[in-house]
């Protein structure tokens, strides 16, 4: 991690796994021994609404977990794009899937990749990993941690009968950091 601290909103549908995309970025940083909070946002948007949380990471104590302006966005869907895209710091940093966000005007003071993670995770051959995808681009646009961090973490997440996940999600999110390199 090259800066002190780094404040990441990660939004979309209710059960395009969201909070998991969260909860990983938030045991990777602690597998780096970071300190971090993973504030999830619940209620009716479960299932069909827009859903969010946010990732908190810090070299130094966290004073404060409430994120108002954040490094980068992680936005699934439009309708979390247009509600969180203002909470970008300028020189920040938006990711989004533009296999479901189309013909957007994106701000000229961030840097936007957009990845039609969709596709990539139809490609891949499971539409449940275009979390996992998103989170690869954002490592490849961000360069926090490197991806054995995160594969580590789905070791220790992905257990039992999960185990046939890990494999995937690995595919999944290496997807993710070459779309960021195209």
Do not use: H
Not at 56 to 62: A, D, G, L, P, Q
Request: glycine residues 10%; proline residues 3%; hydrophobic residues 40%.
């Amino acid at each position: 991690m090259n800066k002190t601290t780094e404040k990441v909103i990660v939004a979309g549908f209710g059960g395009q796994g969201v909070m998991l995309l969260g909860q990983i970025l938030s045991y990777a940083a602690t597998e780096e021994a970071l300190n971090t909070v993973w504030i999830p946002s619940y209620g009716p948007e479960t299932r069909g609404g827009t859903a969010n949380c946010s990732v908190v990471i810090s070299k130094e104590n966290i004073n404060s977990p409430v994120v108002s302006s954040c490094d980068a966005l992680i936005a699934l869907n439009e309708p979390s794009l247009k509600k969180f895209e203002g909470k970008v710091k300028p020189g920040g940093v938006i990711i989004t899937n533009s296999g479901l966000i189309k013909d957007y005007d994106y701000r000229d003071d961030v840097d936007v990749y957009a990845i039609d993670a969709s596709k990539i995770a139809l490609e891949i051959g499971n539409l449940k990993v275009v979390n996992m995808v998103a989170l690869g681009a954002y490592l490849g646009a961000n360069k926090i941690f490197d991806t054995p961090a995160i594969e580590k973490v789905f070791t220790k997440i992905f257990t039992g009968n999960k185990t046939k996940l890990i494999e995937v999600n690995k595919k999944a999110l290496q997807a993710g950091v070459d779309a960021t390199r195209l």
